[in-house]
C-alpha cells in the first residue's frame, strides 16, 4: 500500500493568490515528483528531487517552484496563479536503487485539482 | 527522446472477455516499464513493474509482459469485469530521473 498523500485534493483560488500544494510520503523514498495532467491529456514531468536539497525542472515548463527540505515532504508553489494554472497535479515518489538510478516502482498521491478562476 | 505509445487509444467489451492492451517505446534501453491505472479524476495506481531483465510480471487477473528488443509490452486482462473500467498508462524508465508515460488506452467493460 503506497503512503503518499496530497492536501489540498480540491482547490479553487482567484487570480493573482499564492498556493501551495502539499506532497508528503511516508515511505522513506529519495525521489519525488510532480506531474501536471489536464483532463483526458497525458501526464508532463514538471519537478523531480533525488533528495533533500535536490530540486530539478521537468520536460514541462512551469511556472511553480519546489523544495525539498525534508525527505518525506515535497511542496510546490505558485506564487501567483492564474486561470492557465487549471490543471491536476500529481505526486509521486520511488526509491533509489544501485548506481543512483531509480528501478523503484513509482507510488502516486490522489492528486490536487487546481482551479483559478 | 522517449516516445511511448499506446494502441487502441479507447476500448470498449463486455464483461467477462479476455483483452490485451498494447505498449509500444522507441528506445530499448530502458530500466523498467511500468502499468499504472487511473480512475477518473484520480492518482494513479501502480499495477505490474516489469524491470529490464524480466520478461513478464503477474497479479492475479492481470499478466503483463516486456520485449525490449522490439520495443514492446503488452497487458493482458483475464475476464474482465466492471470494476476494471479505467484508464490504462504505461510508463518506461530509460533515463535516471523519470519515466515517460503513454497517453493511455481508455477501458470501458460492459455488464
Known amino acids: 500500500e503506497a503512503d503518499i498523500y496530497q492536501i489540498p485534493r480540491y482547490l479553487v483560488i482567484g487570480t493573482g493568490k499564492k498556493i501551495t500544494l502539499e506532497c508528503s510520503q511516508t515511505?522513506?523514498?529519495?525521489?519525488m515528483y510532480w506531474y501536471q495532467q489536464d483532463p483526458g491529456m497525458e501526464l508532463h514531468l514538471i519537478h523531480y528531487?533525488?533528495?533533500?536539497?535536490?530540486?530539478e525542472k521537468g520536460d514541462l515548463s512551469s511556472e511553480s517552484t519546489v523544495s525539498r527540505i525534508r525527505t518525506e515532504h515535497f511542496p510546490l508553489t505558485l506564487e501567483s496563479a492564474r486561470p492557465s494554472h487549471t490543471s491536476q497535479y500529481l505526486c509521486?515518489?520511488?526509491?533509489?536503487?544501485?548506481?543512483?538510478?531509480?528501478?523503484?516502482?513509482?507510488?502516486f498521491g490522489e492528486g490536487s485539482r487546481l482551479t483559478v478562476l | 527522446k522517449q516516445e511511448v505509445t499506446q494502441i487502441p487509444a479507447a476500448l470498449s467489451v463486455p464483461e467477462g472477455e479476455n483483452l490485451v492492451l498494447n505498449c509500444s517505446f522507441t528506445?530499448?534501453?530502458?530500466?523498467?516499464l511500468q502499468w499504472f491505472r487511473q480512475d477518473p479524476g484520480k492518482g494513479l495506481t501502480s499495477l505490474l513493474l516489469?524491470?529490464?531483465?524480466?520478461r513478464e510480471q503477474t497479479s492475479g487477473r492481470l499478466n503483463a509482459s516486456l520485449d525490449k528488443s522490439s520495443g514492446r509490452s503488452t497487458l493482458y486482462i483475464a475476464a474482465s469485469q466492471p470494476g476494471d473500467s479505467a484508464t490504462y498508462l504505461c510508463?518506461?524508465?530509460?533515463?535516471?530521473?523519470?519515466?515517460?508515460f503513454g497517453k493511455g488506452t481508455s477501458l470501458l467493460v460492459t455488464p
Open positions: 509521486a515518489s520511488s526509491a533509489i536503487g544501485t548506481g543512483g538510478f531509480s528501478y523503484g516502482e513509482l507510488f
Open positions: 515511505m522513506g523514498h529519495d525521489k
Open positions: 528531487s533525488y533528495g533533500v536539497n535536490s530540486t
Open positions: 528506445d530499448s534501453a530502458i530500466y523498467n
Open positions: 516489469i524491470q529490464s531483465s524480466q
Open positions: 510508463a518506461v524508465l530509460n533515463s535516471g530521473y523519470a519515466l515517460n
